[in-house]
């Protein structure tokens, strides 16, 4: 696909990953939405930081586990754009990293709500819209390894993991749907005991890169891209 002119959703894309997602969008030429739950500035920021690649960048908040919000955020998309190419659900939330029998019913649904339940509300949502093009999932690591967070985050991922696959099935071959499986990654999520604990972190910029090599190959669908610094080989 060629990005240029293209338009792209990106969730939780005003900061960590979703920023780099967005910049590296808007530096091959993608007019960008840069969805937010809460952080407006950051959104805006990133933003600018889009515009000044010459293309048209808007910020639209949406909670992704709130389908009336998504279903609003997809209409501004839409009403402004008038199209959606590209979706990139990258919005997500660790969690406390806490052992299985400690996890309660508010911990599982509160990490489960945004990092599968949401995904699957927006692309629902940019379905109805999308008439060909890409979906990207950011996945993790712990989709595939359990992780060290724990049960609610490893089983959000592997559950997201799963959906890309089946929404690849489906959709094909008019859209076609892929994954991110990054491990450790440097940003505000990752704090600095566990920055100093860890042998190695991604850079943002390098799950961008992956995003892009997906978006631009239009023969790949129902994949999964490790980038984890060999972390699985460990």
Not at 109 to 122: E, R, S, T
Not at 210 to 225: K, M, P, Q, S, W
């Amino acid at each position: 696909m060629e990005l240029t002119g293209k338009v792209a959703i990106i969730t939780g894309g005003g900061r960590g990953i979703g920023w780099a997602i967005a910049v590296a969008l808007a530096a091959k030429g993608a007019n960008v939405a840069i969805n937010y739950a809460h952080s407006r500035e950051k959104a805006e920021e990133t933003a600018e930081l889009c515009r000044s690649h010459g293309v048209d960048a808007i910020t639209v908040k949406a909670e992704v586990s709130n389908r009336e919000e998504v279903r609003k955020m997809v209409e501004e998309v839409v009403n402004h754009f008038g199209r959606i190419d590209i979706l990139v659900n990258n919005a997500g939330i660790l969690g406390k990293a806490i052992k299985p029998m400690e996890v309660t019913d508010d911990d599982w649904d509160a990490v489960l709500g945004v990092n599968l339940k949401g995904a699957f509300i927006v692309t629902q949502e940019v379905l109805k819209y999308m008439k060909g093009g890409k979906i990207v999932n950011i996945a993790s690591i712990a989709g595939k390894d359990g992780g060290t967070v724990g049960p609610h985050y490893a089983a959000s991922k592997g559950g997201l993991i799963a959906l890309t696959f089946n929404l690849a099935r489906h959709l094909a071959p008019n859209i076609l749907v892929n994954a991110i499986a990054p491990g450790p990654v440097d940003t505000e999520l990752i704090g600095p005991e566990i920055k100093e604990r860890l042998r190695s972190l991604s850079l943002t910029e390098e799950i961008a890169h992956a995003v892009i090599f997906l978006l631009e190959n239009d023969h790949i669908t129902g994949e999964l891209i490790d980038v984890n610094g060999g972390r699985l080989m460990d």
